[in-house]
């Protein structure tokens, strides 16, 4: 599974944050709430409790290390991609494992190329399931992703007005199409993922050697910060001792402020310019 943490926090949202982090602090016996409770915090809200009970095979947490391996990876070295935050093959909720990603700060829209990307992405995972353990071994795991990429790509050609062949319109969907319409619609839909699954199997191939390499170090440490990944990458085991490290695979992209028009406002604003 992969995710996008794109999100705002509502202030009943914030206050139960702050209470999880505090009660994580509390029973870890810390002095301080430290970001790594607030980490805990964020992820049982967001994903639901760790299933540490859940009973898994080491061949069934292999499967799912490099399903999430092939997410993490396709994203990591995607132009267009968010930076990896982190990457878990702990199960939560429904899932047995999941990478997240922070974007470069508040996203009203997406371009053409990181909406490709997203979709690459989601595929990652059925990829490297197909690349390890063959065709004929690949599990449902998937379904969510296809979901997700499915639904992105629907909204590419008959929203976004991005098909040349059904032109710059937009098609809602309890509009009733033609069977012409429809057909185009379904033919652009199946094109865009199909040419993303061909991207995402291009670049693990490619990229082999750091799939197993993500793989094994999801089996052997079960959580890895974008970062700690970026370094295993390299060659550098992470830091188990003391605070992991929080940083995503790649610096966020800082956003440039531009100063208030209003008269004696000292604000700054994020909003665009157009």
Do not use: W
Not at 17 to 44: P, R, S, T, Y
Not at 91 to 103: E, F, I, K, Y
Not at 166 to 173: E, M, R, S, T
Request: charged share 25%; glycine share 8%; aromatic share 6%.
């Amino acid at each position: 599974s992969v995710t996008n943490m794109s999100f705002m926090f509502s202030g009943a949202e914030l206050f139960n944050l702050v209470n999880q982090a505090a009660l994580k602090a509390a029973v870890d016996g810390l002095k301080n709430v430290g970001m790594a409770a607030f980490e805990h915090a964020k992820d049982k809200i967001m994903m639901g409790a760790e299933r540490q009970s859940a009973i898994i095979s080491p061949e069934n947490m292999k499967l799912t290390a490099f399903h999430e391996a092939g997410h993490a990876l396709v994203a990591i070295k995607t132009d267009g991609s968010d930076p990896v935050h982190k990457a878990t093959i702990m199960p939560r909720g429904r899932a047995l494992g999941m990478v997240m990603q922070l974007p470069d700060g508040d996203q009203t829209s997406q371009s053409f190329k990181e909406m490709l990307a997203r979709m690459d992405i989601c595929m990652g995972g059925r990829v490297a399931e197909e690349l390890i353990y063959g065709a004929e071994n690949v599990t449902s795991g998937a379904v969510g992703d296809f979901q997700q990429a499915t639904r992105l790509a629907r909204a590419m050609i008959t929203k976004y007005g991005y098909s040349d062949k059904v032109g710059p319109i937009f098609l809602d969907d309890r509009d009733k199409l033609s069977g012409e319409t429809s057909k185009q619609v379904d033919e652009e839909v199946n094109r865009l993922l199909s040419e993303s699954y061909d991207r995402a199997k291009s670049l693990l191939l490619k990229h082999r050697k750091d799939l197993d390499i993500i793989a094994n170090g999801l089996v052997e440490y079960e959580t890895l910060s974008g970062g700690e990944i970026v370094d295993l990458l390299n060659g550098k085991k992470p830091n188990m001792k003391g605070v992991r490290s929080q940083r995503p695979s790649r610096a966020t992209q800082e956003i440039p402020l531009r100063k208030s028009k209003s008269k004696g406002s000292t604000l700054d604003s994020l909003a665009p310019s157009y």
